[in-house]
Structures are given as structure tokens and as C-alpha cells.
């Protein structure tokens, strides 16, 4: 008798999957990085036609952004047969993913499969059973924005700059805004290239914007130039601080050096009216949260400022240094950069300054 085994995993698309690995596939096109293993080919052939083309680019930015859930032709993982050896490695199309097996008179225990994560170049995926990943960065990319106040009929252009814009290779965020105070009307392109195939609007309505930006360079911007616009249109009397936050709702914020380092990526707003600022460290937004959350401070000068979250017992669980403008700034936190639930702290330190506040989180 007989027997073929084929394993299958095809939960969880998005599992270590991130606008990282766009920048490593697209590097390797153009013959920058090439790949070096035969499983990073099987991994970047996202639409599954047995090469690495512009297209698994397009279809992989589909399910970063949130547009395909899952992905339309290719399963989330594949198995290959492990005694296979591949020579080739960049032709690995056709290793069989099934072992065969014509009796079971022979131990069966030195058959194995390799798995192989679909889109995930850099092997960032969560094998474990407990699903939660450890991050520690301490560098942030910063986001910049004019406050603006608008009434109701207004255009609103909200031009984005950074301060830090230093040899990136990719950014990815989610902008929630107040659908009842504004409409989204589109993006434009400033220093860095920005189109509709960067941004998912399905769910404009719902107040919901999604960003993939990556290049194959490294990119340095000035800080005075704009790296790119978005524009809505105000159905009511209202500002941009009131009615614009950053969160990993759909699209996880985060951006990458050209380096291939990941840190963190936040957006503040500066105004008119800092002259008067003094040290305050708000409560996160939402407070219990599940996904994410949001802390604001305000800073009475620029300068460094030291964020920390930890424990009921102490225990650090992560912390974000960075420079910030005088004025508000904003800090989005997702829970998987946490790694923890329940009852947690975070204390805010710059120039001899502190302060600190509780926050919950709920698991879901």
C-alpha cells in the first residue's frame, strides 16, 4: 500500500509578513541582494507561477495593506520535502511538497518537511504556540505635520514632513481619522513616491487608512522638504489633532533603514501655540485597549525623551528613546510589541522630568 503525506498550513497570511520584505524582494529583482537560499525564492514567488516578478510585489503590498486577507493564489505556508536536495536554488520550482511512502515496515522518523512562509523573506514569522513576538527597538521615525484648524467645506491638505528622514528603505502605518469631521479625497507624491497603490481607502468610510512605502535605496530627506500630502475635505468645523491618529489598526506602523532595521514610527503635530508648553504625559487612547494604543506627551522644549513600559512587578517590557519637538508628540503601541496583558505602567522621562500613568490591556 501505498501512502502520500502533505502537510498544510493556511492560517494567519500576514504571519511575518511586512513592507521589510517588499524592500528584500525588490532588491533582489534588480539584482542588488540577490537571494541566497532556495526557500527565500519559494517565499517571494507570492502568486505562485514559479518566479519572482513585479507581480508577487503588487500581490504581497495587497495583503500588508489589508486588501486581501488572504492570499488569492498561494497558500500561507509550503512544505517541501526535506531530503531533497536543491541544487539549483534559483529554479527550486517543482520540489515535491508530499512524501511518499510505500510500507511502514521502516521507522518513519527521519522523514521531515522544511515550511516555508509565504512572503516572509527575512524569517520573521511566529512559529510558536503562544503567538507573541519579543521586539526592543530604540530608534523612531517620526512623522511631521502642521496643526491646522478647518470648517466645514474646506480642501485640507495635510502635508507630511520628518525630521529624521535618514537612509530609509520603507514605512508602513494606519491613519485613523474622525469620519464625521472630514472625507478622504487622496494622496500625492512629494520627495518620496506615493500613489493609490501605496494606500488601501476600503475602509475610508469607516474613518481607516492604510500606507506601504518602500524603495530600493536608501532615502534622506530634509527636513524641510514634504515628503508627501494627504487630502480631505472637512464636513465639519474641527482640527487635525482632533480628528487624525496613527495606530496599527490595519497596517502595522513601522520603517525600515536601508539597513534592513526595523524601528519604530510615529506622527506629531506642531502649532502655533507651544510657546506656553509644559511637561504633561496624557492617558493612552483607548484605555482598556486590545490592538493598539495611543500615548501622548508634551515636551516644554525639544529634546530627548525616554519612553517606558513595564509590569506590575518591574520588568521592562519595552522602551522607546528618541528626539522630539517641542509641543505634543504621539506614541502608537501595538500589543504584540508588548508582549504582556492585564495591568501595565508606562513613565515618560526627559530632562530630568517624569511621569507616570497605568494602562490596561485586554487580551482578545
Sequence with gaps: VSYRITPEKDDDHLN?????????????ILQIDK??????????????????????LVELRKLILGIYIELPNNKSWRFLDKAINISDIANPWGVNEYIGINNFTTSMMENNFTGVKVGDI???????????????????????AEDQSFQAGQNVKMDITADNFTNMSGAQWTINFDQTSMEFQGVS???IQMNNENVNVLQANNGKL???WNDFKGVTIDKDKVLFTIEFRATANNTLTNTVKFSSDITKAEAYTHDLSEINLGLTFRNDNTSDAVFALDQNNPNPFTATTSIGFT?????????????????????ITNTYPKGRSEVNIASEEINAQGVMFYELESNGLKATKKMIYLNK
Design 122 to 144: 527575512n524569517g520573521s514569522a511566529v512559529t510558536n504556540f503562544n503567538g507573541a513576538s519579543t521586539e526592543n527597538r530604540s530608534k523612531t521615525l517620526t512623522f511631521v
Design 210 to 212: 492604510a500606507f506601504s
Design 189 to 191: 507624491s512629494g520627495a
Design 16 to 28: 511575518g509578513v511586512s513592507t521589510l520584505d517588499l524592500v528584500m524582494i525588490q532588491r533582489h
Design 35 to 56: 537571494f541566497n537560499s532556495a526557500y527565500k525564492y519559494i517565499a517571494a514567488d507570492v502568486n505562485k507561477d514559479n518566479k519572482v516578478t513585479a507581480g508577487d
Design 299 to 319: 515636551l516644554p522644549s525639544a529634546g530627548e525623551a525616554k519612553l517606558t513600559i513595564y509590569d506590575i512587578t518591574g520588568k521592562v517590557l519595552k522602551t
